[in-house]
Each structure stands twice: as structure tokens, then as C-alpha cells.
């Protein structure tokens, strides 16, 4: 394609979040297709396959009717293709699986000697893009868009020692991850009251990429505070140590109280609920609490990721508040809106959002006007007049409350992870 890509990244390596994910939706792949297209009761059209297109239905419908329908067919209708794109860059696919009572399109990325399948995933593709050369910048931040008659014209950047760097790029790729960990801006763009909250991930997404989007004019998709919950999740220990005994843990009373629901349980049917007043806990899992030791956890509302943003058009292509494309400048993965409602779509499209990172990311790079972007992007350190910009007006405050306001300060930032 005669492009070649500069990666600004705050961390010191590859991956981000994503190295947390463990496989991603894959539609009509080859693993998926044919006899092996499921079936789904749950589908918008449940006598039919499970196909791209009743997917998509299901996955609208259940996000009711928010998201854009082109840009979901361009997401959906890529899937296969990014599948075979995936595996010839060394990725590969451990087994194709359903969560609960879902449809069987969940990809799980093998995960060779690592931890993580997400680990090995970005292990295997940080190798892939050093052997194509891709230059890399990390422990680098991106601070603020260069706009040039409406259009980018590329990126200011920071290291860690402070030095500034301008790299001069027709096309700037958003994909910094949202911005889980910035609890201040979640709260002020979403309408989550939940007081104890608990990202899971890297701690990377501070909505840098988002904000600097809306520094250079960027409109923001509805949905904007859109969290991917995923359930209770350990914020701390309460106790110090642990300890014999239930009343030492200050739970006697509780304990008590859970151990004659189990012994109400006694002989009812597995399905019964009845003896657990509380919660509704099937007889089947009441089991009787013996004496200690005990370890009590405080636990919170935990989420992956967020996932409204900045608004984009069906090429992923960065929309302004007229509706007109931003030249130059396309945001992916958890940076990019429009794709849902007001949960995550895990019942009919597990690991959507793994998904959506990747193919995000070659949207971006594929659509027209990219194949034409001949230049070559070139690194130099930045003029004393970009630098006095920097440090004169400084980064944008952590006020969610003047982001909403559309402060035109730059913003402290960080640029792509690559493919979204």
C-alpha cells in the first residue's frame, strides 16, 4: 500500500489492554461456516443460521437500534477475511466455543507458553510487526493532533525524559482504549452512580485519545460513558490476617443466618430457590459454612473497558459536531463509539470488542483515500515554536466537566496501539 506507520505508545511494549482479552467474535470464518454455522435460539431470526447478517439483526436489536448499520456491516462482513489476515501473521486459534448458552462464535486465541492467550497474542504480534519493520516509539506520549487547514497533518509527541517529537503523518489512528482507568471522566460522561467501581486491564486508558479528538473538533458518538460490566471483582482485603473463627471475623450473625437457609435446603428440589430468601440460591449450591478461617474481600462493580466515544462513520472515519469527516484522522477499538447501546453484547457476540480492536484497525487502514496517502511520515525533533506550545498551554485539565464544555486546550494524550 506504500504507507508506512509510526506507533506512539505510552507503555514500553505492545498490547495494552488488550493482552486481557481471550478470543474474539468471528462470523461465517471458515471455522463457522458452512455445517458448522450455528444455530441460535436467541437470534433475532432463530430458524435461521447464525449467520453475518442475523447476527448483525440480533446485535442491533439487542442494542436497540443505536448503532450504525453500515458500520456494522463493514465490521461484521470483515470478520472473515480478518480471521485468515490474523492467522497469516502467526496468530493462531486454539478452539471456537460458546460462552453459556450463546451462539459458538467465540475464537480463543491459543496461548502458546504465556499466561495470558492475550499476552501470547500481542507476544506473537509484536514479533510479526518488528519483522515488518513497523517503527515503534514506546514509553512515548501523544500530546496533541497537528491540524493544518482542517485537516491532520500529524502528531505532537513526549517521552518519558521529556523530549518532544513531531511526527509529520497524513493520517493519525486514535486507539488509545478508552478510558476505564480515569474514574473522574467516566463519571462525568456516564450515568453510572455505582460508587465502588473496578477496571480490569492495564492501567492505560485515561481517555487521552478522546480528548485530544475532541481538541481538534471531534464530535462524540451516543453512547458517550458506555462501561462493559462484567460483575463483582475484589477491590481489597478487610481483614489483616486471617482468622479461626466467624465471630473474630465480625460475620457470626451472617454466617449463622446462611447456615439455616442450607439446612432449609435440606431435601428440596436442586432447582428450589425458595430456602434462600435473600438471594434466591438454588438449593443444590447450599452448602453449610464450617468453622474458619476466614478471608473477607470488599468487592466492587467491575467492567473491561468502556466503549462510547468519538463518533465515526461507517470507514471508521472521524466525524465533527456538522457531521462532516475530519480528513486524515479515524479512531478504533474503545476510543471509537457507535457500536453500543448500553451493555456489551456478550450473549450473542462474545469478545466483540477483541473483535472490534482488530477490525477497527484495518478499516482504518483500507478504506479509500488511505490507499492514495503516498507519504512518507517522517520523525524529527520538534521546532522550538511546537515545543512552546506545549509548554505554555499545557495539558488538558482532568475535568470531564470541561471536556463536555469543549475546551480547545491540547490534551495530555497517547496514540495508537497499533490496530485499534
Known sequence: MGLKPVVIERLSGYGGSFIGTEGMTGLEIKYTSGENCPMFAGAYNPNQPYGVKNAMNTCLNFHHWIPQHKLYENFFGQMNETIDWLEGHGIKFADVIAIGAGPKIWHVYDKGDNASPGGYFMQCFGKEAENLGVEAYFDTYGRKLIMEDGKVAGVLAEDEKGNVLKVEAPVVVIATGGYSNNS????????????????????CRDGDGIKMAKDAGADMAEGLGTVMWCGPVTLGAITATWTTDAYSAGVQATVDQYNQACAAAAGLDGEDT???????????YMHAVDAGPYWLCEVGDGYYTTCGGIKVNEKTQVLDENG?????????????????????DVKFAPGSQAAWAVNSGRLDQRREGVFRLKREKQMSDCSDRDSDTLSKEGPQ????????????????????????
Open 324 to 344: 462532516e469527516v475530519i480528513p486524515g484522522l479515524y479512531a478504533g477499538g474503545s476510543d471509537a463509539g457507535g457500536l453500543y447501546g448500553d451493555s456489551y
Open 274 to 284: 425458595s430456602a434462600d430468601e435473600e438471594f434466591g440460591k438454588r438449593a443444590k
Open 184 to 203: 473522574e471522566f467516566l463519571y462525568g460522561v456516564s450515568e453510572t452512580k455505582n460508587v465502588n467501581i473496578q477496571a480490569l486491564g492495564m492501567d
Open 397 to 420: 485539565a482532568n475535568d470531564p466537566r470541561a471536556f463536555l464544555l469543549q475546551s480547545r486546550k491540547p490534551s495530555s494524550t497517547c496514540l495508537p496501539r497499533g490496530a485499534g
